[in-house]
């Protein structure tokens, strides 16, 4: 099949051939294995979510590299991948034998295997930096060639250009600011979302003031976090576990997060203090009695409908915490008292399902972990009134060769946790769900590892897609092998079984509907190779199939009945004079199952395809230093032979390939 599906030239572009075969002939520079960090730790098993607040986490991260010579433990344990049998290596070296004179003897000491120390050796730094004037600058402007149907009959109201500015500021060694504004395709006004705020912070760090727009995560995440990048994944310990960051400004693309209004903390070093107090505006749906129907979360204003649901629901959230530490166990203690007006409706969209109902709700979370040698144990208890409760808990082991990582929840039905974004299977929140996960991790050999996942979950009361109880399992395992810094190749197979909602015709031809549990399994091999030092290639085929458990077929069958396959081609140039030109060609062909590849794009930013059918991806990624800043431009190609039109409604483009473009300038002032 794949053989006939690369010979049919009229299925395939000339100049994805040309690019294809092409890329062998560059000049070898080396490629950091830097690049695969966001594809490990953000490619989701489940393939979609929302990955903005990760990407601004590993951001900062890498714009502020942690000292390695006055960290603590906590500060090392916030490095994706280093457990605590690595910080405590590294502070026992530390303490013993003085400060590290270099990053290498630093891994050294904490036995960090060499493949994970290239991807975070940019978190990492010798030395506090020290403090200078800073002015960050990000603007970045994207459009889809191709208008939609939605701009043609004027269903949105604004032009398909999307908008982001972002400034952010060190103006003393004790204040810093930030705003951001931004546009989405379709929104008339450049400014439909803006945020900003202004930090004092004191010359021993001791306290801490925000005015503005800020961010909360305390705990595990239950009554307080950003969503992130922490649930099931190729990666099945690092994210059982969060750590929390606090306060923080908030300057995201993502409309549905963040409070306005003034957060402040005094800490030491055994006990910290924090108190907030927000007045926002949400987008809520508002029914016939005037309540606030549900709370939209897209943040897209561009036709009647989402415009009339703008700013419709006043929040406002008076709050604190108490964090307590004592040698290696920490206790915290978080509440808030939020008031809405309208009040929010007991009638979810299209299901009587009882959440919380009215003007007034109490929230408030107590939250403890414990470390004991390898060992990390944690928990959060969470309440709601009227008097409802969640609780997550679990305990994390790791030492450099083996990570396991154990979790339990339990959210009531009925428990409302809005600001909360703690483990979970259902994407609908904390609420309404039981569950059991256990992830393991094993490095077999310095070249080796294998990984996998079981998660075993219900939800007893009924949502909007399912009247009834629902049990489901989901089973992940992988085997990974690292060739050499920059290659790999792995296999891995998921399996996941829930509650599905069918309509079929019974005896009598009538159409009813009726429930039946369903099996997804998806089986993939993937190998990513680095041929030259400046060229890679990526090859995956995978099979995919849905089936009721009542079903006798053979998922196995499927693998060579309709597998999918996806070859990538992709190099990157880059010259001393900090000229970057990145590459990629995909060729797909899928019957019967989906396709998902993570794509390089602008700074700042996270793509992953998915693919169904046959066709071509293109997608080059140029950048170039000019004076205190870099350009960076973007352009992206998708083809599908066998298809004429793109998504319905206002979404629908009648053609069969769709054009992407951008452009990020970013510039740096200290």
Known sequence: MLHYFLVRKKNIRLTTLIVLFGLFHCIPLPIKAQDLLIER?????SEFSDQSSALDFLEELARKPLPINTANREDFLRIPGLTVEHANRIIAERNLKGSFQSLEE???????????????SDFLTLNQESFEVELVIRQRIQRRVEESAGYQSGGFAGSSIK?????????SSNISAGALIEKDPGEKGYTDHAVGYLQYVSHNNSTRIIAGNYSLSFGQGLIFSRKSFFGKSSEPVSHVKRNEQGGRGYLSSSESEGFFGVFGEYSTSKYSISLFGSAAKRDARINSDGEAKSIATSGFHRTDTELNQRNRLEERLAGGRLRIVIGSVSFGISGASVHYQPGLSKEESGAKFLKYSGNEIQIGGFDFSTIVNNLELFGEIGVSNPGSAGYVGGIKWGDRITKIGLLYRNYARDFYSQFGSAFADNSSGNRNERGLYLGIKHKITGYFEMGGYADIFSHAGRSTAIPVKENGKEYFLQVRSTLKPGSQIYINWRARSGLSRFDRLDENNIRREFFGEEINERIRLQ???????????GLRIEAQKNRLKSDNSNFFKSIFDSPGILLTAKTHYENLNNFKLTIQTTIFSSRGTRLYQYEPDLPGLLKVNQFTGRGERFAVIFARKIGPGRLTAKYGIVHFPERDSFGSGVNAILQNYIQDIG???DLNYN
């Open 106 to 120: 630093f891994r050294i000491a904490g036995g960090i295997f060499k493949d994970l120390f290239d991807l975070i």
């Open 663 to 665: 452009i990020q300038w």
């Open 163 to 171: 908008n982001y500015t972002r400034i952010s500021a060190v103006i």
């Open 41 to 45: 730790l953000l490619e989701q098993s």
């Open 527 to 537: 190998g990513d190779f680095e041929l030259s030092g400046n060229v890679r290639l």
